[in-house]
């Protein structure tokens, strides 16, 4: 029984090694600046994963293969434990897992802990059940005001303030668009309850809260077309609140931004037809 | 059975003695050495209803910080935070609250020397002040309610509702205890494991009282002076 | 059971007559024992089958399934599972089995029924308060069935619908839709906020909160007695390490539950009496304004939610680590390695438990500064975890394992318990959480050690001490099945969520065909299901086994059929009623003592007074429990 064991551990251990080894379920291409970081911590991180899993499940193998009763009356070792073992194999624990801590900061960092560098582009998701509304500032780069009274999910689902001159050439459009190699700093809101932003290739989510407006910057560093999901269970349609995000060329995107209100829509869809989904 | 006060004492210390420094356990070294008192029965430790209500306090106080760390941080989310005005008969619930610590104490301590019909006497006293407090608090919130506010009326409001509620439950709770304990008054000590259970009982009894009533200042200053 | 009235029982109360008194309110704290244990196995049925109705609607996305129309005609319409009717699933599944399962048998349970033997006392400290915490469980164990009911039939929904808007249930799903966290304001608005949101989520809030209390009188119990009942010669350091376990686990439950309990009362009145502790104001929901709330955070509930649901997962697992530590001693032959250092571990894992609950909340908008702390802290607790498990690899080491069911599933655990645990160093990262928050990577991780390892602690514990509960066997040969089929069945099902999550899989989808990204899922998607059939379907083995075995299985040879050295095999299969037939039993040395050199069998009892047998001045200098000499 010890030897089919420590067959069955060593097996199922192989396996669980091959699943990842073989990168055949994998992450999708990161298209953010921060992204190959993100991948570099999870490489170090998974390798040390790797490694005290495989050594555990060995380790626990070979003890009972090694170490199975017979029929010879030998006892076993009369030990209660070794405590230099115990130091030394604690602190080498902590020493490996305080530093992957310590190096799991850095990206956070600097997404969250230093503000949208100078000359961020800002836009305003507001999420709700079950779409994702972008907001746009338009020509004059100032967002108008808005207020819940003015909310119409059909014609003005973010509730634009039609006294205010700044809001009239504000976009709103359930895609979000954004100029390739520059900073995007998104102001997220929601109307009704908490969703998540989530776009794999960015490598970064961010829930979006009511009640609050929670800022978040990236650079997206390839052009195309990717999904939008949300992450955070908001209710019976939660698996399709789909959107879009696009990442132009800088000539393109700021030919968009220039278009009024009732052209962005055409263009816009123009522009995610010509672009494919990445491969998966 | 007409212990007299010192034999009593003299029974709870022998089984104290006994038991507390681990009985005839080799290793005894440490108070924890376990250890039963004497003999081969299993005897009532007095300090279980003290260990026992002490714990039981630890999880009500977690309860009330939890909805303390509410209160802050709902004082701090937003700016709608419109205080109350405290209803005057807070101030009879808190005075009644205090005595009534006093009179479970003298009680108790009436208990523990065999003054038996002292010791009914104070803790029907603490009784009654109990359902005073309780009663002070119901006339608080109709006070509220003729003013037009309700639990929903404003945050403030809404803790000030919620507060008194379950520290009130928890009070009625000790209310069942002391009636309780009034009840087995009526029973003649039968042995002397059971005086030392109805002393257990009493301190407990006390302890939860006193307790309630720190927790009702606790919060009486929360509500009124840190808004 | 016959009394051992010739031994002069001495007990608090005199042995119960009638039936009523014997098995139904008995202040036994072993009958109240297996009733937990039995509302446990009842609940993880109603869990499993849950499971299994998500795994059809993921892999075969519109299939009919006859007894769901006839039962649930609103919420899976034609047979054919909605995507709230899913939802609903995916917040009992997890309500039943955390709470119902995880928190009930290892702790109520197990922890109940030998506690109070392995410390040598009668019974718990508050028998009358004990059989209560058993009674209000079950009552709020009918509150959440009736949660099924309110929301999946429109009359029984139609009585609740009089109470009021929030009230209002009959939505055809099998109770709320908020998962088991229940984040508001989706949990706190009501109705308007979709189907599942009414009466459902009134009566899982009621639930859960009368469960609360049920654990608080639990913890209390078992902490008094721990402190209060232990027997002659049994110091704290002679403790068998379930016991440690099952203290801690009664800390953790004493601190962390009245938060939640608090956290319930909040969202209730948000839900019933229009305040706003949660709720902000400024929202639109389903076409309009909601006027009534203002101020309020949802992040406030994160924070009550999350410091009690972090030590709950421990809550889950220590008793486990407790029972696996004891059952590898024991089948090792051999002391278990590190006793001081297992103390330490358990008391590690519990009081850092406090502090690491906001890496639940890395990405919900909470202070980022807070949340490279929690990150840091999370890390932390690894390493006593770590310890633990260099600990049970040590104690194999130089052991003569005997390979009973027990043992299997006490290994199982070791294996289980890292597979899972190791991807904690990935998810307690910010910056890799990034990615990995809310997919299946997370769903990995918490299932193969709550979901898994725990259930297998529950599995050996339950091998283990059937012989000493019921006076007779297990099958053997059935546990060793059972035992086979469950491990490689459970790696088969939970190692795969991992590949999902670096898809970036999100967690409670009720259909995955609507993204391209996840395509390349749904080999696994079906793999998994497979998997989860067939493990499913061999647990009815396991409860073959217990009930026929507790009549006819092969009665135990004696009262020690394992060779163990802990007190509750000192006395007879099943126990009296006071448990040491009025004899206080004395302890005179640690609880593994195993293949101690010169003794006349591998194994020396607790009870075994110090004699010419044992040669003096054994017990290691590393002063790690021992005979208790040292310490």
């Known amino acids: 029984m010890g030897r089919i064991l420590a067959i069955a551990i060593w097996v199922i251990t192989i396996l669980s090694l091959w699943m990842f080894l073989s990168h055949r379920w994998w992450f999708p291409e990161a298209i953010s600046e921060h992204g190959p970081s993100v991948d570099r911590q999870f490489m170090i991180t998974i390798i040390v994963c790797g490694i005290a899993f495989a050594a555990a499940q060995i380790g626990l193998g070979w003890a009972v293969w090694k170490y199975r009763d017979s029929a010879d009356k030998q006892r076993a070792t009369y030990s209660h434990g070794n405590n230099r073992l115990e130091v030394l194999w604690t602190v080498v624990t902590a020493i490996v897992f305080i530093s992957l801590a310590v190096m799991g900061q850095r990206v956070w960092a600097s997404l969250h802990l230093h503000a949208a560098p100078a000359g961020s582009y800002q836009l305003e998701v507001t999420a709700q059940q079950f779409a994702w509304n972008v907001r746009y500032p338009g020509k004059n780069n100032v967002f108008g005001k808005t207020d819940v009274q003015y909310i119409d999910d059909a014609t003005n689902p973010v509730g634009l303030v039609d006294t205010d001159a700044n809001g009239k050439d504000d976009v709103v459009s359930p895609t979000l668009v954004v100029p390739v190699n520059r900073p995007v700093e998104l102001i997220l809101k929601s109307k009704d309850v908490t969703h998540s932003f989530w776009v794999p290739q960015l490598r970064f989510k961010q829930d979006l809260v009511p009640g609050m407006a929670i800022h978040v910057h990236f650079t997206a560093t390839k052009v195309g077309k990717y999904e939008l999901a949300c992450a955070e269970l908001c209710g019976m349609n939660h698996f399709k609140m789909k959107s879009y995000m696009l990442v132009l060329p800088q000539s393109d995107f700021d030919a968009l931004m220039q278009l009024a209100p009732a052209d962005f829509g055409t263009k816009k869809n123009q522009l995610l037809d010509s672009y494919q989904l990445p491969q998966y | 059975m007409a212990a007299t006060a010192t034999s009593t004492n003299q029974v709870v210390d022998a089984v104290i003695g006994a038991g507390g420094s681990g009985g005839r356990s080799g290793n005894g070294f440490r108070k924890n050495g376990g250890g039963h008192g004497d003999g081969d029965d299993f005897h009532y430790s007095p300090a279980r209803y003290r260990v026992g209500i002490w714990v039981a306090i630890a999880s009500i106080v977690m309860l009330f910080t939890a909805l303390t760390s509410a209160y802050i941080v709902r004082m701090a989310s937003s700016n709608d935070w419109t205080p109350l005005e405290m209803p005057k008969v807070l101030w009879l619930s808190t005075t009644v609250i205090l005595i009534s610590s006093v009179t479970i104490e003298i009680s108790k301590r009436s208990l523990k020397r065999a003054r038996d019909s002292q010791y009914g006497l104070w803790l029907a006293l603490t009784a009654v002040l109990g359902v005073v407090f309780v009663g002070s608090q119901y006339a608080a919130w109709r006070n509220l309610a003729r003013q037009g506010v309700y639990v929903a009326t404003n945050p403030h409001s809404s803790f000030f509702y919620l507060f008194t509620a379950v520290h009130g439950l928890h009070v009625l709770g000790g209310l069942l205890a002391l009636a309780y304990l009034l009840l087995r008054t009526r029973k003649k000590r039968d042995s002397v494991e059971g005086e030392l259970r109805r002393i257990g009982a009493a301190e407990a009894a006390a302890v939860y009282w006193h307790f309630l009533d720190g927790l009702w200042i606790c919060l009486f200053l929360l509500l009124f002076f840190w808004k | 059971m016959a009394e051992a009235a010739t031994h002069g029982e001495v007990h608090r109360h005199p042995a ?70 899913y939802l609903s699933l995916v917040t009992m599944h997890g309500t039943m ?215 709950e997962v421990y809550i889950a ?195 995955f065909g609507e993204y391209e990204f996840l395509k390349n899922a749904h080999g696994l998607v079906l793999f998994v299901t497979i998997a989860a059939i067939v493990t499913v379907i061999v647990q009815l083995l396991f409860y073959f086994n217990f009930i026929w075995s507790i009549f006819k299985g092969k009665k135990a040879p004696n009262d020690n059929p394992w060779e163990a050295t802990t007190l509750e095999w000192t006395i007879p299969s099943p126990p009296p009623h006071d448990n040491f037939a009025g004899i206080v039993p004395t302890v005179y040395r640690g609880p593994y003592e195993f293949s101690v050199p010169g003794a006349p069998n591998d194994y020396i009892m607790q009870t075994e007074p110090e004699g010419a047998a044992v040669q003096a001045g054994l017990g290691d200098t590393s002063g790690n429990g021992g005979n208790g000499h040292k310490h």
């Open chain 3, 16 to 85: 119960p007559t009638s039936f009523i008194r014997k098995y139904i309110f008995s202040i036994d704290h072993k009958i109240i024992g297996i009733q937990y244990i039995l509302l446990a196995l009842t609940s993880v049925i109603i869990g499993m089958i849950m499971s299994v109705l998500m795994r059809i609607n993921l892999s075969w996305p519109g299939t009919h399934i006859k007894i769901l129309e006839t039962l649930f005609p609103q919420g899976a319409p034609g047979g054919v599972m909605s995507g709230e009717f």
């Open chain 3, 97 to 311: 089995m955390v709470f119902f399962v995880l928190t009930t048998a290892p702790q109520g349970g197990f922890g109940n029924y030998f506690l109070p033997i392995q410390i040598g006392a009668d019974d718990m400290a508050f028998p009358f308060l004990n059989m209560m915490s058993f009674w209000v469980t079950f009552v709020g164990f009918i509150v959440l069935v009736l949660a099924i009911f309110a929301e999946g039939n429109a009359t029984v929904g139609g009585w609740f619908t009089s109470l009021g808007a929030s009230w209002a249930g009959g939505s055809g799903t099998v109770g709320p839709i908020g998962g088991w966290t229940g984040y508001p304001p989706l949990s706190a608005l009501g109705k308007v906020a979709g189907p599942g949101q009414g009466a459902g989520v009134n009566l899982w809030i009621i639930s859960i909160a009368i469960f609360c209390v049920g654990s608080l009188l639990g913890a209390l119990n078992f902490i008094t007695t721990l402190l209060n009942m232990r027997t002659r010669g049994m110091s704290l350091m002679r403790m068998p390490l379930t016991c440690w376990a099952w203290f801690t686990t009664a800390i953790l439950a004493l601190l962390s539950f009245p938060v939640l309990l608090g956290g319930g009362i909040l969202l209730l009145l948000d839900r019933i009496a229009g305040t706003s502790f949660f709720i902000p104001g400024g929202l639109y929901v389903s076409g309009a304004p909601v006027p009534l709330h203002t101020g309020g955070s949802p992040l406030l509930w994160q924070h009550l939610f999350w410091f009690f649901g972090h030590p």
């Open chain 3, 317 to 511: 697992i220590l008793p486990g680590m407790g029972a696996t530590s004891h059952i590898l001693s024991t089948f090792a032959r051999k002391p278990i390695f590190g006793y001081r250092a297992m103390v330490f571990a358990i008391f590690a894992i519990g009081m850092l438990g406090f502090f690491v609950w906001g890496h639940h909340m890395f990405m919900s908008g909470m202070s980022p500064y807070s949340a490279v702390a929690f990150s840091i802290l999370t890390l932390s607790i690894g390493v006593p975890s770590a310890i633990k498990t260099f600990n049970w690899l040590g104690t194999l080491w130089g052991a003569r394992i005997r390979f009973t069911t027990p043992m299997l599933f006490a290994l199982g655990f070791v294996s289980l318990f890292v597979a899972g645990g190791i991807t904690g160093l990935v998810l307690g990262q910010t910056s890799l959480d990034f990615f990995f928050h809310d997919t299946y990577f997370v769903t990995a991780h918490f299932h193969l050690v709550m979901g898994v390892a725990s259930i297998f602690g529950m599995f050996a514990a339950t091998y283990f001490w059937f012989p000493k509960m019921f006076g007779r066997m297990m099958h053997e040969g059935m546990g060793k099945l059972h035992f086979w089929v469950t491990f490689l069945g459970v790696y088969a099902i939970f190692i795969p969520f991992h590949a999902m999550g670096m898809l970036g899989m999100p967690r409670r989808y009720s259909n």
